[in-house]
């Protein structure tokens, strides 16, 4: 059965009340970083929209409030249930902002919410955390705010290293758009590019004053799964 804890983040006293939903698949799960571990855990930050799957073809806009509508990329579903069974934890990430601009309801984000967590967990793979920033300054109503976990800011990262215990520098950003990318960068992860095919000819990718560079673009996700899997099977055999 899927369980999902829906909870609402606030952050401290420099910072305004968020709206920023962390769900969380399987809550019944041992906590990670266990003391019994050899190594701290490492993740998988995985962009929702335009990495793990996309709106219609037929689509405007860059998202689709029907969860019927997405197009999983080629591959994705398999390379992470593959991922998971390697012990990966796999967390999703990305601001919401057709929910901050009022384009789409917030209830109807948590429907999409969970049905998508549901299907995944129906195929088998266990999302640890989703990170979804709802707000933003200027949004509509009371999304008008930032919050601590708004991208390119690095909240997500933080909150998944000391809640989870995660090993960032060991972790990888898997990601088609510049804000997931310098996130990660900023937080010590490794960084893999998702390009559809439209890498940037210098390799960097650039949005306002973003400029970074990730160490690998591949064509899909599943094949960026592929890549993190076998960097980490190398630095097991050969440790630093």
Known sequence: MHLAQVGRVRGGPQVPAA?????????????????HDA?????????RWRTLFTPPASSRRA???????VNFAPGALQALFRAGQRGW?????????AVAGGQWSERSWEK???????????????????YACLD??????????????????????YHAAQQDGIDLSSSWVIASDPLELAAGWRAGCRLAAVSHGEAPADGTYRKDNLCVRPEHI???????????SRSAAVSHRHPA
């Open 89 to 97: 934890t796999i967390y999703l990430l990305g601001n919401e902002d």
């Open 19 to 35: 709206h920023t939903h962390i769900s969380m698949s399987h809550p019944h799960l041992r906590p990670l970083g266990d003391s």
């Open 112 to 130: 999409f919410e969970r049905q998508l967590l549901g299907h995944l967990a129906q195929e088998g793979i266990k999302v640890h955390r989703n």
């Open 63 to 69: 998202w689709c409030a029907s969860f019927s509508g």
């Open 136 to 157: 933003r300054p200027g949004g509509a109503g009371s999304h008008d705010k930032d919050s601590v976990f708004r991208l390119p800011g690095t909240g997500v990262f």
């Open 218 to 228: 591949l064509p899909e996700l599943s094949a960026a799964l592929e890549l993190a």
């Open 39 to 47: 190594t701290p855990p490492r993740a998988l930050f995985i962009q």
